[in-house]
């Protein structure tokens, strides 16, 4: 499924990574259950690993089960101008284990 980033949002960034290695932890994170997307990253051999769209209700708990799991995320908002059009996986918020 091709997701981008919604603009305005904040996301938990995971990695950037090339983009069948960001499907793959996009969709194990699925898996967990984490809203969890692979985006087009700042070229086409790089997509990055997020999580979100973040709140203030979500945030700390969604970046505790993330550190819990080895993560070391950190929130980047997206803008309209640099929200990418397309190349994504999506997944649901919940628990979830590194692939």
């Known amino acids: 499924m091709n997701v981008a980033p919604v603009p305005g949002a904040t996301y938990f960034q995971l990695m950037s ?3 069948g ?3 793959v932890f996009a969709e194990g994170l699925h898996s967990e259950g984490f809203d969890a ?3 087009a990253g700042a070229s086409p051999a ?3 690993v997020l999580v979100g769209p973040l709140n203030k209700t979500n945030e700390s708990d969604i970046r505790s089960r993330l550190e819990a799991r080895g ?3 950190f929130p980047r908002r997206y803008s309209e101008t640099e929200a990418p059009a397309s190349g994504s996986a999506r997944a649901s918020e919940g628990s979830a284990a590194k692939p």
């Open 46 to 48: 790089v997509h990055r």
């Open 71 to 73: 993560f070391h995320p």
């Open 17 to 19: 990574v090339e983009p």
């Open 37 to 39: 997307i692979a985006a």
């Open 21 to 23: 290695v960001a499907e």
